[in-house]
């Protein structure tokens, strides 16, 4: 089977409610969509669980992609007493981004890792694609990106666009998008779209499909979604 989830943003545990609830297991595939850390409590834990998963493959989100600007080229000795010490002021100012985003744990859970895994990490995220393109056994065909496609042509192929575009556009309910493939993505949550009136739902349209239920913000009904490519079934914890 395959699965695609989308912003789980450091809640390890609702990843692995959700992992029992589909009786995930290696013989499946689960394509994630990017946004597996900050906000949430255990972003670290939850990355490493992935990593160690041969069948789970990421997309870079926005803050993972922001996440690598601040961490890579930081000495073994960075701590979260010092780390401010390795910035120029330029890094400073994305480094207070991320922090104002929800990055504070990820940094102090990373920052706590061994030197070694610190580096397992780092070459991990660097191999976060920016897109996926996917065909299931029936024929259906699927492009997976983190947040939509800013500045859709449909002559355009995926590889020429940048990578913002993949990773902070805001798709409108209106939008259209590929004729022969459908679109999946996260990074807005549903809950935001007016015509689902404050509801956690996977919104479903004819080219598009947004997946991002707002698993961090369970206080205003956020849940994380998992859709299953093969059948179309839909399941949240």
């Not at 104002?100 to 061994?114: F, H």
């Not at 995220?125 to 496609?149: A, N, Q």
């Not at 935001?192 to 009904?221: K, M, S, W």
Request: aromatic letters at 10%; charged letters at 25%.
């Amino acid at each position: 089977m395959i699965y695609v989830m989308s912003d789980i943003h450091g809640c390890h545990a609702l990843f692995q409610r959700m992992c029992e609830q589909i009786r995930f297991t290696e013989d499946d595939d689960l394509y994630i969509l990017g946004d597996f850390i900050d906000r949430g409590d255990q972003p670290i834990p939850l990355l490493l669980d992935c990593m160690d998963r041969i069948n789970v493959y990421p997309l870079l989100g926005n803050h993972e992609a922001v996440m690598l600007q601040c961490i890579t080229g930081l000495p073994d000795e960075a701590a979260v007493g010092n780390v401010t010490d390795y910035y120029t002021d330029e890094g400073l100012a994305v480094f207070s981004a991320w922090m104002e985003n929800g990055g504070a744990v990820t940094l102090e859970q990373y920052l706590a890792l061994p030197p070694e895994r610190r580096a397992e990490l780092r070459d991990y995220l660097t191999e976060f694609r920016l897109f996926e393109e996917l065909t299931v056994p029936d024929g259906r065909k699927f492009v997976l990106t983190h947040s939509g496609i800013e500045g859709f042509d449909p002559e355009k192929p995926l590889e020429s666009y940048p990578a913002d575009a993949l990773l902070n556009a805001r798709p409108q309910q209106t939008d259209r998008f590929f004729d022969d493939r459908i679109l999946i993505f996260g990074h807005t949550p549903t809950l935001t779209y007016p015509q689902l009136h404050g509801r956690a739902e996977v919104l479903i349209t004819d080219t598009y499909i947004n997946i991002d239920c707002g698993a961090v913000f369970q206080e205003a009904g956020g849940k994380l979604a998992c859709l299953r490519l093969d059948d179309m079934e839909v399941f949240y914890v």
